[in-house]
């Protein structure tokens, strides 16, 4: 296939992500899959990114994470200033068929203001977008633009012009997810795990008070903001409060968290984290949010681990109740669900991320995509 896609994985961390990371770890997942099916990955990023692509180019030598602590119009600073060095990049050149953007809203605005001489865009959303109307705002997606979603709930529940300008959705995949039909089966412990950014919209509260009522031990894994290690947290001072994650984690979840039955482990990586989710009998996630994508949903399967969750965003799409994962609308059953969760088969749960959530079938949908994209362009 001879197509050359400029993926834009924006300022924020490195590809792949030194820990956490949701959108930059499904690019890192997607690109070596597109080159093996012959597309050429011209890579947007930042400068220690280390994933191997055909080419790549950035403005910000490392991952501005940090930067996202700032305000609002300063985060949209750094954004742009990645952007410009993108659009300067598509002025200088003409072998770039297609934009894949994943840079939240000012991404789409930007390549959207190129114009009709500006390549075919597909924009992926990552977001939440109903409850965050301002993120897209008036934008006009113009003519060669379009979005795809992670989930189908996503896009039902975008902004009326992003949704008028969708190709469809893609669900989130994992590499744990190849062969893990065939892997031995995981030898488990006797906890739950909530893996994820410790936010009010991932529920770690909700969950925290559910295992200290139910008995059930639970492992939170993830970043309190910026911070990826209890003790950075610790020696931050009062001074970290300024973050509403943090906030949440002090004033919400700390005070469940008693290092016995439920522990705070800060940012797992690597086989730490595989091992981690690999070894707990239930992955809980007790959202408050709509989870639009839900990358930690299929690496839980793809490792053996049943989900018990609120039905909430794309759970439904992505777990079947009483085979992969028991989901409830009541945030109390989910300690029950925690205590049943056992009796669910983790090979089902290998099973299906085999057959639903490899690397290769998100590449090949995109691929699909981005040849309807095209084609969309070229019609107009
Ligand atoms: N993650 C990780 N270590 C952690 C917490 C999260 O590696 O301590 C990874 C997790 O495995 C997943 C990603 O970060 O790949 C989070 O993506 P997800 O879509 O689950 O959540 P988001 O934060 O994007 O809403």
């Known amino acids: 296939m001879s197509l050359t896609v400029l993926m834009n994985a924006g300022p924020w961390l490195s590809v792949p992500p030194p820990g956490y990371g949701g959108i930059e770890n499904i690019i890192a997942t997607l690109v070596p899959e597109l080159r093996r099916l012959g597309v050429r990955v011209v890579l947007a990023s930042v400068e220690s990114s280390t994933l191997p692509v055909d080419e790549k180019f950035s403005v910000f030598p490392d991952g501005q994470f940090h930067a996202l602590q ?33 840079v939240e809203a000012v991404g789409l605005a930007t390549l959207a203001a190129m114009g009709p001489d500006g390549p075919p865009v597909l924009h992926t959303l990552h977001w939440d977008l109903a409850k965050h109307p301002e993120l897209y705002g008036n934008l006009d997606a113009g003519d060669r633009v379009r979005v795809n979603g992670v989930s189908a709930s996503q896009l039902a529940r975008a902004p009326r012009a992003l949704r008028e300008h969708s190709v469809g959705h893609v669900h989130l995949s994992t590499p744990l997810a190849v062969g893990a039909d065939r892997a031995p089966r995981p030898e488990k412990g006797d ?13 770690q509260d909700v969950g925290a008070r559910l295992a200290q009522r139910v008995g059930v031990p639970l492992v939170l894994a993830g970043p309190v903001g910026p911070y990826h290690r209890p003790e950075d947290l610790a020696a931050a001072g009062d001074e970290a409060r300024q973050n509403p ?7 919400e979840v700390a005070p469940h968290v008693d290092g016995e039955l439920v522990r705070w482990v800060g940012t797992v990586a690597g ?15 007790p959202l408050r949010w709509e989870e639009p994508g839900g990358t930690a949903v299929v690496e839980s399967l793809a490792l053996g681990t049943p989900v018990v969750a609120t039905a909430r965003g794309c759970l439904p799409e992505l777990i079947e109740h009483g085979r992969t994962g028991l989901l409830t609308t009541d945030e109390d059953e989910l300690g029950d669900l925690l205590l049943a969760a056992s009796l669910l088969d983790a090979d089902e ?27 969309g362009a070229r019609a107009r």
Do not use: W
């Open 245 to 251: 994650d943090v906030r949440f984690f002090y004033d």
């Open 191 to 203: 906890y739950a795990i909530i893996l994820g950014r410790i936010n009010p919209g991932k529920g």
């Open 349 to 375: 749960c290998r099973r299906e991320a085999a057959a639903r959530f490899t690397p290769a079938v998100m590449a090949q949908r995109y691929v699909e995509l981005y040849e309807r994209v095209r084609q």
């Open 271 to 285: 086989q730490e984290r595989d091992d981690l989710l690999a070894g707990a009998k239930a992955s809980l996630f």
């Open 70 to 102: 700032r305000p609002y119009n300063q985060v949209c600073g750094v954004s742009q200033a990645h952007l410009n060095g993108v659009i300067r990049q598509l002025h200088h050149r003409d072998d770039i068929d297609l934009v894949h953007d994943h």
